[in-house]
């Protein structure tokens, strides 16, 4: 099967780590800057860095993005760079198209020029942190399409001790556990009976399974429901 290739255009410090993290993922990914030194840094790590004028079509094309399915266009010291790199791209002809945004207006006109998604890393990990500050007990959250959300959270305490049936959640919140993970005390006889915490998932668990304290619940519902069981967890 064909590796899938992307191209990351700006390098600074969303570009550089998101170029490396798709490696990680063993995709192919061309790098596009037009700073020498970030170019040369990154070189040893993905598959092509090239020193480009990301505003100059015809040296897009040379570079060969036409021949990517996606771009991430990371460009954050000018939009006007930035839309004219997304503009290029688009004629070039990549199909999916990711343009990190520094704001609405951006955002706009990165729509309008065809941008299959726009991303906002500083306003996304503002809110991230506010609300691990205001929720602590709520571990992660993602949005699996308009209306539905998948949320990690640790169990609250009016659950301990209940299995899934007997907890009602289902019923009371309108969502589904669809995982559990436990976090289990071992005692490692190496280090004078210190405890080491050991992680077990119960995938898909049954009406039967308890929860208890400590535990993680994975759950999936309508966000209007989430936010009910959320506000129960925090009250916890």
Same mark, same amino acid.
């Given at each position: 099967m064909r590796r899938r290739q992307f191209v990351v255009i700006g390098l600074g410090t969303f570009g550089y780590?998101? $170029?490396? %993290? *798709?490696? @990680? /993922?063993?995709?192919?990914?061309?790098?596009i800057d037009n700073n020498y030194e970030i170019v040369n840094r990154i070189s040893n790590f993905v598959?092509? =860095?090239l020193v480009v004028d990301a505003t100059d079509e015809n040296a897009m094309e040379d570079a060969g993005i036409a021949d990517c399915d996606s771009a991430v266009i990371s460009i954050g010291e000018s939009i006007e760079t930035s839309i004219l790199a997304t503009l290029i791209v688009k004629e070039l002809g990549v199909k999916?198209?990711?343009?990190? !945004? !520094? !704001?609405?207006?951006? !955002? &706009?006109? $990165?729509?309008r020029l065809g941008a299959s998604s726009i991303v906002y890393p500083e306003f996304e990990m503002a809110k991230k942190l506010v609300d691990s500050i205001m929720t602590p007990n709520i571990l992660e959250q993602i949005k699996l399409s308009k209306d539905y959300n998948l949320v990690e959270v640790v =169990?609250?305490?009016e659950v301990w001790g209940k299995t899934i049936r007997s907890s009602d959640i289902r019923n009371r919140y309108g969502i589904n556990i669809i995982a559990i993970? @436990?976090?289990?005390?071992?005692?490692n006889e190496n280090e004078q009976g210190g405890i080491d915490i050991k992680e %077990?998932?119960?995938? *898909?668990?049954?009406p039967d399974d308890e929860i208890?304290?400590?535990?993680?619940?994975?759950?999936?519902? *309508? %966000? /209007? =429901? *989430?936010?009910?069981? &959320?506000?129960?967890v925090k009250d916890n």
């Open positions: 780590n998101v $170029a490396l %993290e *798709l490696i @990680k /993922k063993n995709m192919q990914v061309l790098c598959t092509q =860095a999916n198209i990711i343009v990190k !945004s !520094s !704001s609405q207006w951006h !955002s &706009k006109v $990165a729509a =169990a609250p305490r993970r @436990k976090q289990i005390p071992i005692t %077990e998932v119960n995938m *898909l668990p049954g208890n304290q400590n535990d993680i619940l994975v759950v999936i519902g *309508l %966000e /209007k =429901a *989430l936010v009910k069981f &959320k506000k129960m």
